[in-house]
Structures are given as structure tokens and as C-alpha cells.
């Protein structure tokens, strides 16, 4: 067999390998019935302070599945709605032996300290991930997940950010299993994440 030939039986075999792994990819997202994110790019490595105070990396976070979510603490309305369905959701799939994390990332780095987020996490979800950092690491984190926030107009303390509201389901390594919008509710979050969880 000629060279050229074992060239081409071989990247026939990568074509075959890499469609039946595409393909079994979108078949198991298809059927736990999902919202489709392929071909975006969504997660990636950020370095971000915990509630201690402490640097961690997305590696050190994404250790499990985790449903990742931008808010801030002032939030008046719409982060305590979405923590609070996704803390449920969390609880729901640890009845049903799921390890799961939940990842509250703030876009509000002036407002929410280390101490702001523990005492947050602790009222919210006493195991949440609460994450903050520099203005220059939370822009960095939001834009691997293509979060958008804007400040907005205000005075000293008192402002609002304006956000995405999507929640993420993220697997070690930076992979995303799917999103939730804000009109998915905790039984629907918990079910879809379960699906994924188990294939």
C-alpha cells in the first residue's frame, strides 16, 4: 500500500471517528431535550477571588458539573428569582445523587467584596461558589462566556448593572452541557441537567 493511500484510509478513519462523536453529542443532548449551543464558543480559563479572599482558576471551580450564573448582590429583582430557582435546582439534583455546584459570578466587583458574596452565599445557598475579583478579571470571565453587564447610571452605592441572565451548565474542562433562560423553571433545570449529568 502506497503512501498516499494510508494517508487518505486514515484521515477517512478521523472523518468516521469525529462525526460518530459529533453525532452521538448532538443525540444525547436531542434527547434530553435541551437548548443547542453548538458552535459557540461559551467557558473558558478565568482567575477569579472567592469568598475567602482566595485566587482560584476555573479548574479549581469547574471540578464537577456547576451551573454558572452572572448577577450581582444589589440586584433588586431578577438575581435573588434565578439564584433562588437554581439553588432549587441544585437541591433537586442532589436528591437525586447529583453532585452538582452552583457559581454565582458578580459583575459588580465594586460593590460585591469577598465578605458582601460569603454573606450573600450564606442567606442564598450556603455551598454556592460565590466569585468576584478585579474589574479586569470579571470582564475577562464575562466575556468567555459572552455574559454582557453594564453599569448603569447612579450615584456613590447606589446604581444598578444591567446583565445577561442565562445559566450555564458547565463540565470540567470548560465544557458546556447547555443554558437555561430565565423563563426555565428549577424542575425543567434540574431534569435537563440530570439527562446531561447521566450521558
Known amino acids: 500500500m502506497n503512501r498516499a493511500a494510508i494517508l487518505l484510509a486514515g484521515l477517512g478513519l478521523l472523518v468516521l471517528v469525529s462525526g460518530t462523536a459529533l453525532y452521538a ?20 480559563p478565568f482567575e477569579l477571588v472567592d469568598r475567602e479572599g482566595e485566587l482560584v482558576t476555573d479548574v479549581d ?17 431578577v438575581c435573588p428569582f434565578d439564584m433562588a430557582r437554581n439553588a432549587l435546582a441544585a437541591d433537586l439534583l442532589a436528591e437525586q445523587g ?5 457559581v454565582f459570578i458578580s459583575v459588580d466587583p ?17 455551598e454556592m461558589v460565590a466569585l468576584t475579583g478585579s474589574a479586569e478579571q470579571v470582564k475577562a470571565a464575562a466575556k468567555a462566556y459572552r455574559a454582557y453587564f453594564a453599569k448603569g ?11 445577561s ?35
Open 25 to 44: 453529542f448532538l443525540s444525547a443532548r436531542s434527547e434530553c431535550d435541551v437548548s443547542s449551543a453548538v458552535g459557540a464558543t461559551i467557558g473558558g
Open 61 to 77: 471551580v469547574l471540578d464537577r458539573p456547576a451551573l454558572v450564573y452572572f448577577g450581582y448582590t444589589f440586584c433588586p429583582d
Open 98 to 102: 447529583h453532585d452538582i455546584a452552583l
Open 110 to 126: 465594586e460593590r460585591d467584596t469577598p465578605e458582601v458574596l460569603g454573606q450573600y452565599a450564606d442567606d442564598m445557598f450556603p
Open 153 to 163: 447610571e447612579g450615584s456613590g452605592e447606589f446604581y444598578l448593572v444591567d446583565h
Open 165 to 199: 441572565t442565562f445559566t450555564y451548565l458547565m463540565f470540567p474542562g470548560n465544557e458546556l452541557g447547555t443554558y437555561f433562560r430565565r423563563e426555565d423553571r428549577s424542575e425543567g433545570i434540574a431534569e435537563a441537567a440530570a439527562c446531561l449529568i447521566g450521558s
